[in-house]
């Protein structure tokens, strides 16, 4: 996943050549350093490591990055100025200062990993999207595995690549999770090479409609856009969506009872009443972009006299819609212009 990593270090052993030290009074030794303003969460009076972005200064512990980021031990394990005689008091010691050029609020998301007693997710039920980018972007950049891995696999939760797993997703989806946000998911697929997240992203992307131009506004107030060749995607997409949906829609009512149909004939009718009257209903329901919806309303109201026996409700509720979904499912990543291996298979560890 990190095959880039050796590029993203060699951009960030750059910054090198501005590593100074610093009095625990904050003021830089280099002039070329303007100083910013501490960090209100995250200024630590015994830190050892003074982390700059923007406009804003953040004293942390060295140790939990270098033990985790190769790209800051690297950073660090360069010849430094010596420090101040350790006899003197602490509070007059210096340590370095390390220009990085990220915003302060991504930076923070971050950090707060690596601050004592802190966990990835203490404190929150669900980790806000910010959040999540901001470590993924940040955990690629520094090569920060475990932070890059428990974020993509967060994200994965909720676009797969199992259609049972989507499903369940859709169910439970976390409110602060809008379909916005796929613009990022699907940038972030791009850059750590995780390519069982386009599908899912890529399709609701389709669903944003004209507002996907406008593409999705950051935190530190930013604009981050899909490329060109992705909106291009999103474009095809929708059309091939709404295709799936009208096939769905026609072969919902195919001439096939269920196995163990009580009344065939009966049921047959029904069938071919549901079919002829797709013409009447809305049509959003026959060619919507999302066709994983449910049927149930559609033939609630068309069967009004209950004719359908109990299996033949069942198939029309939930059997066939799903397997005619799955079928979908299977050809979305080609629905989507994209090209993922073993696509529809569980995540390992699901049921």
């Known amino acids: 996943m990190l095959s880039s990593s050796h590029t993203s270090q060699d951009a960030w052993l750059e910054t090198l050549s501005s590593v100074q030290l610093v009095a625990d009074t904050g003021t830089s030794t280099s002039t070329e350093l303007a100083p910013g303003k501490r960090d209100a969460e995250l200024w630590f009076e015994d830190g050892n490591l003074v982390l700059v972005a923007g406009d804003t200064e953040f004293k942390v512990y060295r140790g939990p990055l270098i033990a985790h980021s190769p790209v800051f031990k690297d950073m660090l394990s360069l010849p430094q100025r010596e420090e101040r005689d350790q006899s003197e008091p602490s509070t007059s010691r210096a340590c ?8 302060p609020d991504d930076l923070r998301h971050v950090l707060r990993v690596f601050v004592p007693g802190r966990s990835l997710r203490a ?78 992203a890529l399709m609701e992307c389709c669903t944003l409609g004209a507002d996907i131009v406008h593409g999705l506004k950051r935190a530190d ?67 919507n972009l999302d066709w994983c919806i449910s049927w149930a309303g559609y033939v609630d109201d068309k069967d009004e006299e ?46």
């Open 96 to 103: 370095p200062v390390i220009p990085l050029y990220d915003s």
């Open 123 to 200: 404190g929150y039920s669900e980790p806000s999207y910010d959040e999540v980018s901001a470590c993924i972007r940040l955990g690629h950049k520094y090569q920060i595995e475990d932070l890059l891995q428990r974020n993509l696999e967060y994200l994965q939760k909720y676009y797969p690549a199992d259609f049972d797993a989507y499903v369940a997703a859709r169910r439970h989806r976390p409110a602060n999770l809008k379909p916005v946000h796929a613009i990022g998911v699907v940038n972030l697929a791009r850059l750590t090479g995780t390519d069982a997240l386009l599908p899912a």
């Open 221 to 287: 107030g930013t604009i981050e856009t899909l490329s060109p060749e992705d909106l291009g995607r999103c474009f095809v997409g929708r059309a091939r969506m709404a295709q799936a949906s009208a096939r769905i829609a026609h072969q919902m009512f195919r001439q096939t009872v269920a196995r163990g149909c009580r009344h065939p004939a009966c049921c047959l009718r029904v069938l071919q009443r549901l079919l002829n009257e797709l013409g009447d209903a809305r049509i959003e329901l026959v060619s």
């Open 306 to 351: 209950r004719e359908l026996c109990g299996k033949c409700y069942k198939m029309l509720e939930e059997d066939r819609p799903r397997q005619l979904q799955r079928e979908v499912w299977q050809i979305l990543p080609t629905m989507m212009g994209v090209t993922v291996e073993r696509w529809g298979e569980k995540a390992k560890g699901d049921a």
